[in-house]
């Protein structure tokens, strides 16, 4: 049996490589550069983010939370 070939695709110049076998139109992760980690896991934080302040609306301990990380980091400031 021999090896699969590969065809490797970039879309955004290199920071991101995806790596599919000849005549597959299906495309699997291969690379992705630090900076696209980096803006993936900012961009996941912000998204949890939006849950806790949604979250804080039905939850008065929660908001009461939120508003002594807003105090500390206004002070901090």
Known sequence: MS???YIFESPDGGKTIYRRTTGNPHRELWYESDDVVRMK???REDQEWQQ???A???DPELARM???VKMYWMLRR
Do not use: C, F
């Open 41 to 43: 896991d900012e961009l």
């Open 66 to 68: 939120l508003d002594q």
């Open 52 to 54: 806790i302040r949604q």
């Open 3 to 5: 090896k699969p070939t």
């Open 56 to 58: 804080a609306r039905k």
